[in-house]
């Protein structure tokens, strides 16, 4: 038995900073979307845990003890008294360390698969405990829809419906550091409101996005100033609604009326700048 499923980015439209706890930990408010894009994670039984890497971002992702599938799926065996192993396959299709939550979509999605492959009775409330120890981005994208995330990202609103919009994702080539990121930031900025999403236009939408920041993109400029370009170039495009950088970066993304302007936007880009990775999707 071979289970499969997309291990979907996640793309903060908005990313507000709103304070910081006495353990260290940033609180944040987000809106969090899932386009049609990610990895391929692709588990089958087997006596041990291991993990097979393909694709364009293969043999990136760092050091086996460090990699979030790997810890997720221990974690799982654990806590569960699970004596099988799996043998765990990844088509990694998106760049790493790039503010999409690759790793953390990677983990949680592998965690789905694996409740499955071993026939284990977890709840959405115990899986999404498990995922926050591993990591902050981990609930949300065990949820893996629209939602506003706060706190430390473990509040979780889900969002009904948000307008369909095309969506180009632009990642320069270059990874940064969030932690780096985090050490660059400025001072936090006030609250604003946010307005109920649901009936919102595309372009109710798009102007409640402008109001809004991502509150980690000035201080990842100063880390990566080619972020700057990427977001010079997707604001040269004609019919580009909004450009923004997604969560410490370096992608971004443009947002587009449909996704056939989406793909033109994405046609222009690979012929002036070959080497920066592109993707189109919509949201």
Known sequence: MILSRLAKAKVNLFLHITGRRDDGYHLLESLVCFPECGDVLEVLPSHRLSLQETGPFAGKMGPWQDNLILKAAEMLQRNYGIVEGAEIHITKNLPVASGIGGGSSDAATVLHLLVKLWNINASDQELMALGAELGADLPVCLFARAALMSGIGEVISPVKKIPSLGMLLVNPGITVSTQEIFRNLGPVVPQIDIPD???????????????????????????????????????????CLLSRMSGSGATCFGLFDTVEQAELAKDILQKTEPRWWLSVSHI
């Open 197 to 239: 999403m649901e009936g919102l236009s595309n372009t109710a939408f798009v102007q409640m996005l402008k109001e809004c920041r991502n509150d980690l993109q000035a201080g990842a400029v100063r880390v990566a100033p080619s972020i700057l370009c990427v977001l010079a170039k997707l604001e040269g495009l004609d019919a």
